[in-house]
């Protein structure tokens, strides 16, 4: 019913930039929170960051918060994750994630609706 398709990942080198994309189609990704979850091999999915529909509100991870900036484009129904002063420790999986009930920061992983199919980040030293 939501798709999801990120783009972005990448290879950077400590301190550097990336911005990743994710565009979504369906019949509700307009009233859905969006956000962002990343996850390493061996460890729980995560949450990162997530913005509310209208785009009034965007919820951080205390390890991101002051490095990483959500916002989104409700035209294109896309949502970008500006990732600044990236880390060795910012290395994973990300994945796009949307709901139009649950909020995002606060649901458990595994009961968000929508996913997107994953872009790797690598940080390298």
């Known amino acids: 019913q939501v798709q999801l398709v990120e783009s972005g990942g990448g290879l950077v080198q400590a301190g550097g930039s990336l911005r990743l994309s994710c565009a979504g189609s369906g019949r509700t990704i307009r009233n859905a929170e969006m956000g962002w979850y990343r996850q390493v091999p061996g460890k729980e999915r995560e949450f990162v960051a997530s913005?509310?529909?209208?785009?009034?509100?965007?919820y951080y991870a205390d390890s991101v918060k002051g490095r990483f900036i959500i916002s989104r484009d409700n035209a294109k129904n896309t949502i970008y994750l500006q990732m600044n002063s990236l880390k060795i420790e910012d290395t994973a999986v990300y994945y796009c994630?949307?709901?139009?009930?649950?909020?995002?920061?606060?649901?458990?992983?595994?009961?968000?609706?929508?996913w997107g199919q994953g872009t790797t980040v690598t940080v390298s030293s």
């Open positions: 913005i509310t529909w209208n785009g009034g509100t965007a």
């Open positions: 994630a949307a709901d139009p009930v649950r909020p995002l920061k606060t649901a458990r992983w595994t009961f968000i609706e929508s």
